[in-house]
């Protein structure tokens, strides 16, 4: 207990999820939780469950792609606090077609929230964190960035843009103190996993079949692994991109 106590902690997309287990555990810890999340009713429920726990939280809702929103947000919570010790870019969107269906909006969609808000948070996040000289920003990408699957070539590509955005943005804030790191979701078990299973079920069952550990993961088993590059304990470690996956990406091929 204790590892993130008093720390000001700002997470996208924690609703559901990734977003709701990394909120949980990092309040738990002693952290005080931002969770900003498009729907209001899960929203609700994540910050109703984290308070009825003891933990420090609260709740706002936005859609990221509102770059003016997001960027505010984050203002408004350095103001209130006096500071922002930590940003997880965890909101996500996710369009299951193949590239031939693909349209120009599906695109830029996909990359207005995996890439574009991602930009903006975490430019206006080192804004604060380089004036202070310390904080750290954890970008959540995806196996997906690493390895090509099928019917999902622009959330594919966003997500492998956010691993290297996430080390060039590493390389700047590391001289003031600033880490950046990303992790790299395998298989999850989250609504956005069953949503994909639904849509290609061979695909998603060869995703399974390929992972050496013949499981999906939990999402509080993702949650352990944000906390760490969120807290003080991986305070030197900078520019990685962390696989949490059950071996998946160091797989060569996928069975048929």
């Not at 997880?88 to 996909?110: G, P, Q």
């Not at 639904?198 to 993702?222: F, V």
Request: proline content about 5%; some cysteine; glycine content about 8%.
């Amino acid at each position: 207990m204790g590892r993130m106590r008093d720390k000001i902690v700002l997470i996208t997309g924690a609703s559901e999820g990734i977003g709701r287990a990394t909120a949980e555990l990092i309040a738990a810890e002693g952290g005080h939780v931002v969770i900003a999340a498009r729907r209001p009713e899960p929203l609700e429920e994540t910050r109703a469950a984290i308070a009825a726990a003891g933990g420090s939280v609260e709740a706002h809702r936005l859609d990221v792609s509102d770059l003016d929103a997001y960027a505010a947000l984050i203002a408004d919570v350095a103001k209130r606090h006096g500071r922002l010790d930590v940003l997880i870019n965890n909101a996500m969107s996710a369009t299951y077609k193949s590239l031939v269906d693909l349209t120009i909006e599906d695109w830029r969609r996909d990359f207005s929230v995996n890439g574009e808000a991602v930009f903006v948070g975490t430019r206006e996040a080192m804004k604060l964190m380089v004036a202070a000289g310390r904080g750290s920003i954890v970008n959540i990408s995806s196996a997906c960035g690493m390895r090509a699957m099928p019917g999902m070539p622009s959330y594919s590509a966003s997500k492998a843009a956010l691993i290297h955005f996430s080390a060039c943005a590493a390389i700047e804030g590391a001289p003031h103190g600033v880490r950046v790191n990303s992790i790299v979701p395998g298989q999850i078990a989250t609504p956005a996993t069953l949503q994909f299973q639904e849509y290609a079920p061979a695909a998603a069952k060869a995703t399974t079949a390929a992972i050496p550990m013949e499981r999906s993961g939990d999402p509080k088993e993702l949650a352990q692994a944000v906390l760490f590059l969120a807290s003080d304990e991986s305070s030197y470690v900078t520019g990685v991109a962390l696989p949490v996956d059950g071996g998946k990406t160091m797989q060569l091929y996928m069975p048929s």
